[in-house]
């Protein structure tokens, strides 16, 4: 079978439960951005789809962190236009609405990846200097995501 070359050396910190916590954690700021902030709620997949893509970004930079210059630098940034490109067709493609609440849409953008991050870092300092277990990080998503599930379906009650 094909496979494109993935060198080992490649590779930064791939561990799978900041990923997990961050997903989760960052989702009820993507909601609110949309529902508060640019008062334009989404259908539920929509929130779904653009919370995937963000969390392409932690494969493209964990798995491609060490490539050789300029090859991650290339990938980050065709990642970023992807995901950009993803927001704009998921959320923002006919909405009809000013150049104020594009901007603020995008912007929206960077912040939820900031906010993604920001947990998934939470959970990294807590691993690495906090000495908790990655096991502890991976109890709080497989604790959270029921519930986030449960806090939607209710604000989404299907028809």
């Known amino acids: ?10 590779r930064g910190p791939v561990e799978f439960y900041e990923l997990l916590f961050g997903f989760w954690t960052s989702y009820p700021f993507l909601v ?7 008062k334009t709620p989404l259908p539920e997949w929509r929130y ?15 798995y491609f962190l060490k490539m050789p210059s300029p090859g991650w630098l290339v990938l980050i940034n065709l990642y970023t236009v992807l995901f950009l490109t993803v927001w704009w067709l ?24 900031v906010v993604y991050i920001l947990f998934e870092q ?6 690495e200097q906090w000495g908790m277990h990655e096991f502890c990080w991976m109890a709080l998503s497989f604790v959270g995501f029921p519930l986030l599930i449960a806090w939607r379906g209710r604000v989404n009650p299907p028809r």
Do not use: C, I, Q
């Not at 998921?90 to 990846?113: D, I, K, N, S």
């Open 122 to 127: 939470l959970a990294r300092k807590g691993v």
């Open 90 to 113: 998921v959320g923002m493609r006919g909405r009809g609405r000013g150049p104020l609440w594009t901007l603020l849409a995008f912007v929206g953008a960077v912040a939820y990846g």
């Open 1 to 10: 079978m094909w496979m494109p070359p993935l060198e080992d050396s490649w």
């Open 48 to 62: 779904a789809m653009l919370a995937f893509f963000a969390a392409g970004a932690f494969w493209v930079n964990h």
């Open 32 to 38: 609110w951005w949309w529902e508060r902030v640019l």
